[in-house]
């Protein structure tokens, strides 16, 4: 995970991936974890999937931004959990 800030009403996480896979008719090569489910949860076990993942190419390829809307009972205050298919990280935002 490379951050996690709250910008206009969305919490916002970056992570870096480097396996990919082959995606589309092409065969253009995108990071595995940009076509997996992320669901981020708090301590009081309210859980919340992702409602964009959104993967760079380029000179920024393998950087993959999550996002989740901030307005739910998610409490952004305590210890925050991400997971995926393939990835879990716990994590706190600072003040």
Do not use: C, K, Y
């Not at 190419?57 to 995926?84: H, K, N, Q, W």
């Amino acid at each position: 995970m490379q951050s996690a800030e709250v910008i206009d009403g969305w919490l916002s996480i970056r992570v870096r991936s480097s396996p990919t896979e082959s995606f589309g008719r092409h065969g253009q090569q995108v990071p595995v974890v940009s076509g997996e489910r992320f669901v981020i949860s708090d301590e009081a076990g309210n859980e919340l999937e992702s409602s964009l993942v959104q993967a760079s190419s380029g000179p920024l390829f393998g950087i993959v931004d999550i996002a989740f809307p901030t307005e739910t009972e998610l409490d952004l205050l305590g210890t925050l959990a991400l997971r995926s298919a393939s990835a879990s990280v716990s994590f706190r935002l600072s003040q």
